[in-house]
């Protein structure tokens, strides 16, 4: 699949805003450098450029960033009670939900909850339950609140999975 339209887009959107022509941004536990006058977004632990949807995602990231980011409200959110959702839930589940609770099940044999920055300004909290003789294991990802003031339902699908795959 590729991205080269929205990449290009989103390159476009952050340049109208005039930004330094070098950023830093931390996502999770990695950070980027942006080079905007080459169009290049590296990884600094691994020195090598970002995926494209990472790509993307710090680029929406950087352009809300600059515009001004909502306050954070102190509200979670399933990504079921986001309005516009229809349609992509089961690309969050699979890419998110489920990758948690084959990891919780591997890896964890109790219930837990953390919460992670994804970025500045952006919290994530995950939750699993390891299940018992009457239920399966489950796991959920609330969002605050905020979240729909800075990123579109893909980006907040990409950046579930981001943190899914970070636990």
Known sequence: MSYDVAINKSWEDLIKLNPPKSLSVKLLDDEYSVDITVKKILSLSCNIPAKDFTAIIILHYLASFLKGLPPVAGEWLTFREFSGIEGYYDAFKIR???PIIRRGIKNKNEDYAR??????GVPVLVKFWK?????SPDANIYFDKSITGIFCTEDIIVLGGLVAAKL
Not at 115 to 120: E, L, N, S
Not at 131 to 135: I, S
């Open 96 to 98: 998110c939900i489920d």
């Open 115 to 120: 919460v992670v920055d994804a970025f500045a």
């Open 131 to 135: 299940g018992d003789d009457e239920f």
